[in-house]
DNA sequence: GATGAATGAGTATTCATTCAT
DNA sequence: TATGAATGAATACTCATTCAT
């Protein structure tokens, strides 16, 4: 608890725009570590599967077939594994957000279904990183390295809230609604899908999306 | 080692209606210590706060002013204050959802009406338990202990499926919606409000489920 | 909690023979490790000297100079370092007991002397072993985990109480004695004796089975 | 460890001759407790179960159906118990045997002969104790307050060796023995039939002693 | 890159014992 | 006599992390 590890602060890797030298010295060639990636994964699945707190390094270190130990040569700590994680997560999720907005233009409808088809699209990609958010995010956002995590958070409801307003004064949405409380709604809805969601199932995320958005906009009443 | 331990299954107090045999002591008043009923309450807000796991029986005991192996006085493990926790709040939830069943009668639109209103108004007096259940159900579910929540599950879920079906046939619900997945929404929708619900806010639980009943049956676009 | 301990059964280490897959790694050079050997040999002195409930993890590991938890790197339990002590007394004794039966052919009186002669023989070298069964059995038995000791004691059985009676039909044996009776009686005082039995006395090992073979053979009347 | 009881020194209880004033203080009604005679044979019975150190204070408060805290009425600690349980016997076997060794007059056989049916006598009414003495003496001789027992075990061996040698100057027992070893052999051999010993099986405490003195006498040769 | 050994701080749990009621 | 609550010290075991080889 309250870890006064060296390592707190931001996300080393990946963190610059271009070429960021990976790991404290060495000068590793650039485009570095696929076995790192690979361990990310490995690590990625068993903490969707058994919760972080109850994976343990050598858990990880099994997986890979290496000892708990050889794992500190690729990572400085359990939490920057997690955080890799969650950071390619909102990285990769933001990106799409911003496409969506852009090309969504001035349909607030539109946009918003994209928005929602975005979100249902990451559930396969994203299963992992999503099931951490839900299961050990209480957690996780206790330590500091993990609040820009939060801001991330307030710039993606940005971006929803400001489309369901367009929409209520364009006269497509319903007046009656908080639009705050209704993206945290329609957020929630989807990403707790990730509990009973399987990807090989009939029901695969487009399925899922399109149910979805049909209750959203018109409920479940027959008009 | 070699545990001996005879707690495994349901809670020993909370005996009450039936045939609790006490074990062999005088056959005590039937409300299960004021102390006992306490301690869980403590617990559940400190396992809400921190999660389950986070939450270390001395920071239990350091909450109720003793130390952490007198803890073991009134409970024989961590887990089975959690069990009294999670089995308090499935045992009141159940009896609700059945009253609401039962007062519904043949109007599935009212009934799922209450249901909602029911699972909403839980969100207050069992705050912490289904804050553990969001969070914790992941790691809880491991364990055979926890088995029967599942089984519970799946009778709350009888319910509302069979309402919502019982909707379609009268021609009240639409018919291109797959009742399962469209409980499951609503359920997920419901409780995973409790981790930005606040209890005192403008916002209450009535307000939050007025709110969802007008999306959920009408949807958000303006008709 | 949860134990997900993949321990239990028999040792892992002690592979060297047929097939002990060592787990992922190399496939590591059969004598395992001296240092959990040395380990072990600490153990089993404290375990005789205070008894194996009395003896802590603690003690142990103070005695090879290190803390607690690090014996948990070569052992995973302290009921697996008490089995590999155990377990390495009764092969060696019950791959010497065969020799003997071998080696006796058909001569009774020259067999049981042998296996007396082996049974004192094996005080010295296996002292510690067994001061734990004489003293600890009654507590170690209750665990399932040893109920391969009991088998090996049928064997053991067996092989005295054929000799026994091959001796009574070979007419060297008194008829008026209960061959497993008297199986028990010489087996308790051979190793009851380890309770007083000095290694470095003036009565050795040897010296001890010779008194023992007399009086056993010819009792203590003079004829 | 190092107990700084205040209870440590002599049993307090069945000490003096005639009406020991029982237990500190109250002056209770001279024969006192049956109870706690009672609830010493419950402990007996479970020391013998499981061993001393396995049983716990409260597997004997619950056998007698109190509370553990409430068996302090009666003892002042669980070794207290112990310790009443093993000077009840010790003082029993050694009046049996000083009544024995004047009875045997001038002949060491038929004394020999009285000890040990004395000894296999006592296997039925004592089985506790005695079971207690065989598995957790080495755990008890550790406390100082147990060091009378070593001194009343000296006075037996001398008993008993002062009869060996007694015989080997009449000429009836073989010089080429050692007395002192003897006697442990014997005594150790007696004891350890505790083990598998069962009180009501075909073969009775009787008839394990004249098996034992057959062998004992004239050894298992035929002549 | 990896091993193997160890650390150190922590975890749930046990248990003999005390004591006010 | 007994209860019920608590103590305090110990116990086996866990785990992220370090580091010499």
Chains 1, 2, 3, 4 share one sequence.
Request: charged content about 30%; aromatic content about 8%.
């Amino acid at each position: 608890m309250t870890t006064t590890n060296a390592d707190s602060g931001r996300p080393r890797t990946r963190s610059s725009g271009g070429g960021g030298t990976r790991r404290r010295g060495k000068g590793s060639p650039a485009l570095a570590s696929e076995r790192r990636e690979h361990l990310v994964k490995l690590a990625a699945e068993l903490f969707a599967e058994k919760g972080f707190q109850a994976t343990t390094v050598r858990n990880i270190a099994e997986e890979a077939g290496i000892l708990s130990g050889s794992l500190y040569h690729h990572f400085d700590s359990k939490e920057s594994i997690v955080d890799e994680i969650l950071t390619g997560f909102f990285e990769d999720i933001m990106a799409s957000y911003r496409r969506v907005i852009e090309e969504g233009g001035d349909d607030p409808r539109a946009t918003i279904a994209g928005l929602v088809r975005t979100a249902f699209g990451t559930l396969e990609p994203h299963r992992a990183a999503i099931t951490v958010m839900q299961n050990d995010w209480n957690y996780l956002r206790g330590m500091e390295r993990f609040a820009y995590l939060t801001k991330s958070e307030d710039e993606v409801e940005k971006m929803w809230v400001d489309t369901l307003k367009a929409g209520q004064e364009q006269g497509v949405f319903r007046l009656d609604l908080d639009p705050k409380l209704t993206y945290r709604m329609i957020r929630d809805t989807v990403w707790v899908a990730i509990r009973w969601f399987k990807p090989g199932g009939k029901l695969n995320a487009e399925g899922l999306a399109e149910h979805y958005l049909k209750v959203m906009f018109d409920g479940i009443n027959l008009h």
